[in-house]
Structures are given as structure tokens and as C-alpha cells.
């Protein structure tokens, strides 16, 4: 019986302890990459000349602003370990920073599927609300580990290191598929 209580507690405590070091972070960069692959394939589906300069418009702004965003987190990780900074520290400034430019991104974002198909415009949607539910969740969940990093959370440096390599890679590639696409939009207007 003793036994019993004692692997029970045992059970219980570890499960805690890897509760406990679970983080808050809802990485949408997956999502991000393969709405921007669908744009960029499925162009002929929602071009029209009289929606072309909006088109262009719309993808370069949303470039421009992910861009922007992305180079940002590269170079707080880069500082982070760079400066060998430690956890637990918060950086409201910079954690606002990257807030506010994926607020940008997620208007950009906005623009762009009101100008797609039925199909593309759904998919936008469903990420944009993760977007912005995660922004809005008053710190009880992040984009990336980064940004709990910034939150003074208990963040390994390994998982800093994962989430700049991985999500900054993604990133990239979400921005190449949109330079893709707004030259398959710009030949279409010529």
C-alpha cells in the first residue's frame, strides 16, 4: 500500500514537473509557410486585372511588414546569445516590438485574403485569428520562445536556438513564396 502511494506521488510529481516545463508557445511559421506556398501556386485562381495593383500592393506590404518581423526576432536571438543572456529577465520593449510588427503582418495579411478565392481567404482567416488570439492572450501564450524568452520565462537556450533556426527558415521561405507570387502578378499585369 505504502508502495502504491509512493509510485502514485512519484507519477503525479513528474507529470507536474513536465507541465511545468511545457511553455506557452503557439508556433504559427508552419501555418504561415503553407498559406504563403498556396498563394503563390494558386495565383491564377484569384488574379484578375482589375484586382491586379491591389494584388501588388497587398503582397508587397505583407513582404515588407514579415520581413520586417522576421529580421527582428534574428537579431534579438542573435543579441541574446550573442550576449549570453540568461532567463528569467523580462524585455517588455522588445517583446512589445515584435507584438506590434506581427500586428502589422496580420493587417497585411488581412488585405492580401480579401483579394484571394473562397479557399485561400478561409485558410488566411483560420491563421490570422491563431495570430491574433495568441497577441491577445495577455501573456498567457507567445509566437515563439523567443518572445517567452522576452516574457522572463524559463527559456533553454537550446529552445531559443530551435526556434531561431527553425521558424527564422520558414520565415525566409514564407517571404520568398510571396516574392514569388507578386512576380507571377506582376507579368500577369503587363
Known sequence: MVFRILTLAIVLLSATNSFAQ????VDVSMSLLNWTKHLD???????????GEELNRSFEALKRDLTTYMK??????DNIFRNNMAPGKKDPDNLEALKTQMGDVIRQMRNVTDLTNNELRAEGDRLNDKIFNVLNSD???FLSNLEAFLAGLDVSKRDLALDAGVAYDRLQQSISHLASALGK??????
Not at 511545457?22 to 508557445?25: D, E, I, K, R, S
Open 72 to 77: 527582428t526576432r534574428k537579431n534579438l536571438s
Open 22 to 25: 511545457t511553455l506557452p508557445v
Open 41 to 51: 501556386a494558386d495565383v491564377d485562381k484569384y488574379f484578375t486585372r482589375e484586382k
Open 139 to 141: 501573456g498567457t501564450q
Open 185 to 190: 502578378i506582376n507579368s500577369k499585369m503587363k
